[in-house]
């Protein structure tokens, strides 16, 4: 009943009145809790950046101290939780399997179940999720090799922590490269919020049900999953790789995503928000020309990237449309040469955004947001005489 706005895509409809991030689309501009992006990723760590983000302000040195204590205590994943890892098809993609593993967490930790936890239940819920997050991720990744999983060692810090899980071997100290875990740190920071996204809508909306955290994190997960949203990542590697072995002419592939009868769409272009440059990528395209140099990595398709880029830029199509690279563009780069697989991109970024998405989970809950459910125009059909089966 009553009068309703259609908006396809929400494109001009706020749902929510937050205080995490901010984000200003035609003057390219990001801040978490009043900090520029630029400076939290040249001076902050990944789980300060956290902390920040869910509890409101930066942590004070005895703060972060306690909040990685707590998170070290809860490193573990159920023991039992070892038989999805063995059900999965080796080959099934990480996203699949990541979804899947942080709903059922919600199944070895109950606790969480209570739709009205006290502040300190819904905390421990948050610290056991921040902490068992890099376990999953980096087991997915040990899965898909076919090696033993490492266990988390709670003398190292969280993104070190997550690295040797990843890189380490389960029989000797490995020693993780500092630009990598700066690299790590960095990326992490640039993908932990963007104010109300698909999956961070989707977390908001699931978790306005009442529904347990872990449940409402894994819908947030799926709907980063696609190309269009947290995808975009894999997506812009695949593609970058075709042009590659296509010959390497960006014109080419440009005019294809000009052509409104071609489905291609140049991956890692464009955004709903940004009007102008993405500052996020803004700062990955130095940092991969950094992190490529340090590493003394030549990769042809960071060539192919720029090359795109500078086309991009300079045609009418995109400028008029004011298309220009996200955060996903240099990304995927980054990855690869940190020795990523191209299927593991999506669930870094997952691993990034999960504390802006626990973050707003938290405002939604404490807000006491009312249940998420938008209106519709219908335009079906009306009055039908009802025809049994066999007249039809
Ligand atoms: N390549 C070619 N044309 C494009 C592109 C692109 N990447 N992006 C937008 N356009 C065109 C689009 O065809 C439309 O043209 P017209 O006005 O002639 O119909 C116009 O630009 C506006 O695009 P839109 O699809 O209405 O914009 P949207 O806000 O609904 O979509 C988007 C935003 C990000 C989904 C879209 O730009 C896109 O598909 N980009 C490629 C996928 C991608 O890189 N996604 C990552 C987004 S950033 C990180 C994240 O969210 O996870």
Redesign the pocket.
Same mark, same amino acid.
């Given at each position: 009943s009553g009068f309703v706005t259609l908006d396809t895509?929400y @494109?001009n409809t706020g749902c929510t009145k937050s205080a995490i991030t901010f984000l200003d689309g035609e003057k390219g501009i990001l801040k978490y809790r009043g900090y520029g992006i630029e400076e939290l990723a040249e001076k902050s760590s990944f789980i300060e950046v956290a902390y920040l983000l869910i509890y409101g302000s930066l942590p004070t040195a005895d703060q972060l101290k306690d909040f990685q204590f707590q998170i070290s205590r809860h490193t573990l994943v159920h023991e039992d939780m070892k038989k999805f890892f063995d059900g999965f098809p080796s080959k099934s993609h990480p996203m699949g399997q990541l979804c899947s593993l942080v709903c059922s967490l919600s199944a070895f930790y109950p606790e969480s179940l209570s739709p009205h936890p006290t502040k300190e239940e819904q905390n421990l819920t948050i610290i056991k999720l921040l902490a068992k997050m890099p376990t999953i991720v980096s087991w997915i990744y040990k899965k898909s090799l076919g090696h033993p999983i490492v266990y988390p060692q709670n003398k190292l810090d969280y993104v070190s922590n997550y690295l040797n899980m990843t890189f380490g071997q389960r029989t000797e100290e490995v020693e993780i490269d500092p630009v990598v875990v700066s690299a790590m740190n960095t990326l992490l920071i640039l993908h932990a919020d $963007?104010e109300q %996204?698909?999956?961070t809508s989707t977390v908001r909306i699931v978790g306005s049900s009442e529904c347990n955290l872990y449940a409402s994190i894994s819908a947030g997960i799926s709907a980063?999953w696609g190309?269009? $949203?947290?995808? /975009? %990542?894999q /997506? =812009?590697i695949e593609m970058l790789e075709k042009i590659k072995n296509d010959g390497g002419d960006t014109e080419k592939w440009i005019a294809k /995503? @000009?052509d @409104?009868n071609d489905p291609? &769409?140049?991956?890692?272009?464009? $955004? &709903?928000?940004y009007k102008n440059f993405?500052p996020r990528a803004k700062i990955i395209k130095k940092a991969c020309d950094d992190i490529l140099d340090k590493l003394g990595i030549d990769d042809p398709v960071l060539d192919i990237a720029k090359k795109l880029e500078e086309v991009a830029l300079s045609d009418p199509?995109?400028v008029e &449309?004011k298309?220009y690279p %996200? =955060?996903?563009?240099y990304s995927g780069i980054i990855y690869r040469a940190l020795g990523f697989p191209t299927d593991m991109f999506t669930v870094l970024?997952a691993l990034g955004r999960l504390p802006g998405w626990i973050a707003q989970w938290k405002e939604m809950r404490e807000n006491k947001e009312p249940i998420g459910r938008p209106r519709q125009i219908y335009i079906g059909e009306t009055d039908r005489a009802f025809v049994g089966i066999g007249d039809r």
């Open positions: 895509g @494109k $963007h %996204n698909c999956s980063l190309p269009l $949203h947290g995808g /975009a %990542n /997506a =812009v /995503a @000009k @409104k291609f &769409r140049l991956m890692g272009f464009g $955004h &709903r928000v993405d199509y995109f &449309r298309l %996200n =955060v996903d563009f970024f």
